[in-house]
C-alpha cells in the first residue's frame, strides 16, 4: 500500500488521506507489458499524464486509456494534472501506432482521450476520426470510448469526431454550474450539456464525469444530474477529486463512500441509465461496463 508522506517540521499541514483512498503501487507482468507497449510505440496515456490512481490496477488487467495528440494541452484548468502550454505539431502516424498498440495488448474495450487543441481549425477532429477507424481495422471485436474534449461549439468537429463507429461517447463536465469558472476557467457549463445533447442527438451512448470534493453542495450535485439526464446523458461516473501537485486546486472535502452510495441512487432516480460513483472512480474506470448499459 502507499504510505502517507512524513510530514517535515516546518511543512504545511495537509489534511491526510483516509483509508478508503489508498492504493497498490503500479507492479506485475502484465503491468510491465503494457508498460513496454506503450514505450516502444511512443504513446502517452492520460493514466501517467493524469497521475490516475487506478492505474496499477487497470493496466493490471492489459488495459490502458490512450491519450492521443500529443501531452500538452491548450487549457489550464485548474484541477488537471496534463501539461498545459503550446503543443507541437501532432503527428498524423499517430492514429496507426495506437491502433497496433491497442492490437498488441489484445483488449477487449480501449479508452481514448485527448488533451484540447484549440490552436486547431477542426480541434483534432480528423485525428480522432482516424485513430478510431484503424483502431477498428485491426481490432474489429474491440469495443472503443472516446472521451473527447470541448470542441467549442465547433459542432462540425463534433460530428467528424463521433462518426467512426465508437460504442460510446464520452465529455466530462468535471464540476457543478458554480464552480464551472474556478475549475474549468476556459470552459463553460452550457456548452458541455450542449455538446452531450448533440452527441446524444447524433445517436451516441453518451457518458460524462463529475469530480466531487471541491466544495460543491449536495443539492449542486443534483441538479447537475438534471441538468446531464435533461441533455440525454446515459452514463454518469462520479469520484473523488484529488490535487495533483501543491499549484493545482486543493480539496475542499473528502467524501466519504456512503455519500458516493447515495449519488449512485440518486443519480439513477433522476432518469440516468448507469452510475459508477465511488472515490477511486475515473472517467474510464471500469469502462467496459457501460458499453451495452
Not at 516502444?40 to 487497470?58: A, D, V
Not at 477487449?108 to 485513430?131: C, F, M, P
Request: glycine share 6%; hydrophobic share 35%.
Amino acid at each position: 500500500m502507499i504510505e502517507l508522506p512524513v510530514i517535515q517540521p516546518g511543512q504545511p499541514q495537509r489534511t491526510p488521506k483516509p483509508n478508503w483512498l489508498r492504493v497498490k503501487l503500479p507492479t506485475g507482468p502484465e503491468y510491465a507489458r503494457v508498460r513496454r507497449i506503450v514505450d516502444e510505440q511512443k504513446l502517452h496515456t492520460i493514466c501517467e499524464s493524469g497521475n490516475c490512481p487506478n492505474m496499477g490496477e487497470c493496466w493490471g488487467e492489459g488495459t490502458a486509456t490512450f491519450m492521443i495528440l500529443g501531452n500538452v494541452c491548450t487549457r489550464s484548468c485548474s484541477f488537471c494534472a496534463v501539461a498545459t502550454g503550446r503543443p507541437n505539431e501532432y503527428d498524423t502516424d499517430e492514429p496507426r501506432r495506437v491502433a497496433e498498440a491497442i492490437a498488441a495488448m489484445g483488449v477487449k474495450h480501449a479508452v481514448i482521450t485527448s488533451v484540447n487543441r484549440d490552436e486547431l481549425k477542426d480541434r483534432g477532429a480528423e485525428v480522432w476520426y482516424q485513430t478510431v477507424v484503424q483502431v477498428k481495422s485491426l481490432s474489429p471485436a474491440t469495443t472503443i470510448e472516446t472521451l473527447i474534449p470541448d470542441v467549442k461549439g465547433n459542432w462540425d468537429a463534433l460530428s467528424r469526431m463521433v462518426e467512426a463507429r465508437q460504442e460510446v461517447v464520452s465529455h466530462n463536465m468535471e464540476t457543478v454550474e458554480r464552480l464551472y469558472r474556478r475549475v474549468r476557467p476556459q470552459a463553460r457549463y452550457e456548452r458541455s450539456l450542449e455538446q452531450i445533447r448533440r452527441t446524444k442527438e447524433m445517436g451516441h451512448r453518451t457518458k460524462s464525469g463529475i469530480m466531487v470534493g471541491l466544495g460543491e453542495t449536495k443539492e449542486e450535485m443534483f441538479e447537475a444530474m438534471d441538468h446531464l439526464a435533461a441533455n440525454g446523458l446515459d452514463i454518469l461516473t462520479v469520484g473523488q477529486y484529488l490535487q495533483p501537485t501543491k499549484l493545482h486546486l486543493e480539496v475542499a472535502e473528502f467524501i466519504h463512500p456512503d455519500t458516493f452510495d447515495m449519488y449512485r441512487e440518486e443519480g439513477l432516480r433522476r432518469g440516468l441509465k448507469y452510475v459508477e460513483s465511488g472515490p477511486l472512480v475515473r472517467s474510464s474506470y471500469h469502462s467496459e461496463r457501460h458499453v451495452f448499459v
